[in-house]
Each structure stands twice: as structure tokens, then as C-alpha cells.
Antibody, heavy 121, light 107 residues
Framework: EVHLVESGGGLVQPGGSLRLSCTAS????????MDWVRQAPGKGLEWVGR??????????EYAASVKGRFIVSRDDSKSSFYLDMSSLKVDDTAVYYC????????????WGQGTLVTVSS | DIQMTQSPSTLSASVGDRVTITCRAS??????LAWYQQKPGEAPKLLINKASSLETGVPSRFSGTESGTEFTLTISRLQPDDFATYYCQQYKTYPFTFGGGTKVEIK
């Protein structure tokens, strides 16, 4: 069964850093594109960033709101996908979801349960 | 960025009703549109990809259509399990963008 589990969320001060992890099971991570999507409390969904699969050179894409502050990466040997967040702002407060995105199809055929990041002093 | 305008933002309906949600893209996205369902406290679930292709296991009462830059999600006969918030998303061009969501409430 395909499964994604996020971890690493918590309370961080403005300007701080945090690393989110997503552990994948039930599929081969290197074959899949992976995305991060976030949802601020009571708000809609916002796409954050992407790591393409091995076949596409692990290249990345970012939303303008996080570019230069967030980095997506992965360790296929550990079946893990990461989001390194720095220079965090209050507006980054959200539940962060990692999602699997099969090549050539819509993003998000599988979602993790999400991890809450709260940026507050 | 491509803007996705979703309407209505809230919809009140009864079990058995036919429900239609619309999403309009600010420019051509071909058929690169997905629909998601989200229930309170849960992660979103992919219902439809490529504008009209139903995901495995999604009931056939859900359907998606496209006409140019206008996309529609229809629930033919609303069931109690369908009361949720629905989002569209374009995945034609980065950054991928979502509609603002439609909350389907019990009338």
C-alpha cells in the first residue's frame, strides 16, 4: 500500500529554520515526482515546490513565495523527501503535505497526513 | 501566474441533488486540470485528473468536463459522504495554482 508520512513540524520563531521530512513506502521513490503543498489554517491550498524524479534529473521548481528560502530535496536510498525551510515568516504557518505526482498525470494521487508548522514569536 | 477562479465559494444542497462546481482558468491550460475533495481534518483526495478522467475507486456520480478555459465538476446525485470542500488545480504551468475552493454544505 502506498503511504506517505510527514514529520518535523512544530513551533519556530520568525527568521528561524525547520526541516520537514516525508517518508515514503509502498512504491519506488526514485520513479516519482514529489511535491509539497501547504494549507494555512482555515484557508485554501497552495503549491510550494517540486522535485522531479531520477529520470528527469531531480530538478526542482518553487512557488515565488518560497523561492530562495525553501529547498526541496530527496534521498531515494532512504525513501525520504525533504523540505528545508529558512527565513521563516508568520505567513508560512500552515499544514504542509507531501504528495506523490506520477509522471504525466495530475499531482497528488497520494497525500501524507500533513505536518503543522507554526511560525510565531 | 495562471489564476484559477472557482465558483461558488459555498453551495448548500440536499442529498440526491445534482451539484455543479465551476473553475475558470485565466489562460489556456489544455486539459491539465485536477479536482480534489477535502473533508475537515483530512488531506485532500484526488478525484479527477486530465479534466475528466476519474481516479480509480472514485464513484461514477462524479464527473468532469471542460470547455475552453472553463472546467466543471458535477456530482450527479449528492450523497452524505460528499459534503466536503472541493478544489481545482491547474498543472499546465509553474507555479501550479489552485482555485479558492467550494464548500458543499447540507441544506
Amino acid at each position: 500500500e502506498v503511504h506517505l508520512v510527514e514529520s518535523g513540524g512544530g513551533l519556530v520563531q520568525p527568521g528561524g529554520s525547520l526541516r520537514l521530512s516525508c517518508t515514503a513506502s509502498g512504491f519506488t521513490l526514485s520513479e516519482h515526482i514529489m511535491d509539497w503543498v501547504r494549507q494555512a489554517p482555515g484557508k485554501g491550498l497552495e503549491w510550494v515546490g517540486r522535485s522531479r524524479n531520477k529520470a528527469n534529473g531531480y530538478t526542482t521548481e518553487y512557488a515565488a513565495s518560497v523561492k530562495g528560502r525553501f529547498i526541496v530535496s530527496r534521498d531515494d536510498s532512504k525513501s525520504s523527501f525533504y523540505l528545508d525551510m529558512s527565513s521563516l515568516k508568520v505567513d508560512d504557518t500552515a499544514v504542509y503535505y507531501c504528495i506523490r505526482s506520477p509522471p504525466g498525470k495530475a499531482p497528488g494521487d497520494c497525500w501524507g497526513q500533513g505536518t503543522l508548522v507554526t511560525v510565531s514569536s | 501566474d495562471i489564476q484559477m477562479t472557482q465558483s461558488p465559494s459555498t453551495l448548500s444542497a440536499s442529498v440526491g441533488d445534482r451539484v455543479t462546481i465551476t473553475c475558470r482558468a485565466s489562460q489556456s491550460i489544455s486539459s491539465n486540470l485536477a479536482w480534489y475533495q477535502q473533508k475537515p481534518g483530512e488531506a485532500p483526495k484526488l478525484l479527477i485528473n486530465k479534466a475528466s478522467s476519474l481516479e480509480t475507486g472514485v464513484p461514477s456520480r462524479f464527473s468532469g468536463t471542460e470547455s475552453g478555459t472553463e472546467f466543471t465538476l458535477t456530482i450527479s446525485r449528492l450523497q452524505p459522504d460528499d459534503f466536503a470542500t472541493y478544489y481545482c488545480q491547474q498543472y499546465k504551468t509553474y507555479p501550479f495554482t489552485f482555485g479558492g475552493g467550494t464548500k458543499v454544505e447540507i441544506k
